[in-house]
């Protein structure tokens, strides 16, 4: 495979993106920006099953998807794991 399709840095984006998807639709708690959540999920695998993606762009929806799940430890390992999908695509540049 070649191009977007044969990047496993995709696919594994990807996965972690479903899973956590998968995690958050069966939390049971009430969760204000749960909507907010599915949104930028669906978004940020939309974004990558397209090509690849913009390493600025994912930050940002790490950003909004941490901010809105973020404080629910059982969704802590599933958004750690989306974190370091992210991470494969471009470390942050370090300060001069």
Do not use: N, W, Y
């Not at 995690?23 to 949104?39: F, G, N, T």
């Not at 909004?64 to 370091?84: Q, Y």
């Amino acid at each position: 495979m070649t191009g977007v399709d044969g990047d496993p840095r995709v696919h594994e984006l990807r996965g972690a993106v479903a899973r956590l998807r998968r995690q958050l639709a069966v939390l049971p708690a009430e969760l204000p920006d749960r909507a907010a959540a599915d949104d930028e999920l669906a978004a940020l695998d939309a974004m990558v099953s397209q090509g690849l993606p913009e390493v600025p762009r994912l930050r940002r929806s790490l950003l909004l998807i941490a901010g809105a799940v973020g404080s629910v430890s059982a969704l802590s390992p599933a958004l750690t794991e989306v974190r370091k999908r992210i991470d494969c695509f471009g470390e942050l540049p370090r300060g001069r």
